[in-house]
């Protein structure tokens, strides 16, 4: 059954409320603060703050609801850090007596020191750049790819700026977006896209599941005013390379079945965008020649990149499988915490190359 984005959010709400509860009562112990009537106050409206301010910005996207919004997720992000720092210093006190108030400071400082260089690292934007062979490519094409933008509170018009003054500078011939180009959290203006109209190639976009959490309406609406295509199980041809997007869907097979039903020449030089990257063998089966996704974020920042290699074998990177490729982004922007430890924001220049027979 896919989740609803409401019942996403409370479960969010319920695990930061029991992240802080650990974190509150780590920092009683160290600190010495008693559980007074102010001090559960207090925890209760930092637990509330992310959800607050996710349904404020519904109705609302001014500087202080972005502040609310921007402060708490880093404060969540913060959160892993603290907790980690916690667990050290309860394993290494059965070998090590350090004074409580002198932990407790060393673990708020650390982890502050470690959250601020991690969003330090999503203010820059890193060119990643690949050759992939296509056989029967008639002529070589020089791609970028986009993905996970995450348009929203955080990231805006001085993003969009920033980063399609990146990709002018490329000299790209077509522009793929694979997905959450939108975040799905706030009320956009209406030119929120103006930027992209001065990208003077093609640009292809598939929908991401945080593109259906702002809406296809409204996706489609920010779009209409831009040269961003949209493709919907839809084919088009650039150069001799067919190009297939495939949106997001929750089943797991819902690749395989897909591609079935989309008219295409399996002989012919193909892509696949596709933003989740699972079902690459079932792809490679199906005659194509090369997946590009994103999704993962490649866990973002550590320790979280662990767990996503757990949960999506291909995680990042490039891969073969039986002469086809798939690509995965890191992303280009972030979700929810604004960092980035052990990954990057990247723009990533695909250089498609005629491989001969």
Not at 121 to 140: H, V
Not at 243 to 268: A, M
Not at 272 to 277: D, G, S, T
């Amino acid at each position: 059954m896919r989740p609803t984005h409401g019942r996403i959010q409370a479960t969010q709400f319920f695990m930061f409320l029991i992240i802080n509860y650990v974190i509150f009562y780590g920092f009683s112990f160290t600190f010495d603060i008693p559980k007074t009537f102010s001090y559960y106050i207090l925890l209760l409206i930092v637990a509330l703050a992310l959800p607050i301010s996710q349904v404020l910005l519904k109705f609302s996207s001014n500087i202080l609801v972005r502040s609310l919004y921007a402060a708490s997720a880093f404060w969540l992000g913060m959160s892993a850090y603290l907790l980690i720092l916690f667990a050290i210093y309860l394993i290494t006190g059965f070998f090590i007596q350090i004074p409580a108030q002198i932990a407790g400071i060393l673990i708020l400082t650390s982890a502050l020191v470690i959250s601020l260089y991690a969003s330090f690292n999503t203010i820059r934007l890193e060119i990643e750049q690949l050759n992939i062979p296509l056989l029967g490519l008639k002529d070589d094409i020089r791609a970028v790819q986009i993905s996970d933008l995450h348009l929203g509170p955080i990231r805006k018009f001085g993003f969009i700026k920033k980063m399609v003054n990146k990709i002018i500078y490329l000299n790209p011939e077509i522009v793929f977006i694979t997905g959450d180009l939108f975040d799905g959290s706030a009320k956009l203006p209406d030119d929120i896209l103006k930027d992209f109209n001065r990208i003077k190639v093609p640009i292809i976009f598939i929908m991401g599941n945080h593109d259906f959490y702002q809406g296809l309406n409204e996706v489609s609406h920010f779009m209409s005013t831009t040269p961003i295509k949209i493709l919907n199980n839809q084919t088009v041809e650039f150069k001799g390379l067919q190009i297939i997007g495939v949106p997001f869907y929750w089943d797991s097979e819902y690749l395989e079945e897909t591609l079935k039903n989309i008219d295409y020449d399996q002989d012919k030089p193909t892509l696949l965008l596709y933003h989740v990257p699972i079902e690459f063998k079932t792809a490679t089966n199906a005659g194509i020649d090369l997946q590009l996704s994103g999704h993962t974020h490649a866990g973002q920042f550590l320790p979280f990149s662990y767990f996503i290699k757990l949960m999506f074998p291909y995680n990042r990177g490039l891969y073969e499988y039986n002469g086809s490729f798939l690509y995965v982004s890191q992303g280009t922007g972030t979700l929810l915490p604004p960092m980035r430890l052990g990954s990057r924001c990247e723009i990533t220049l695909i250089n498609l190359t005629v491989e001969k027979p």
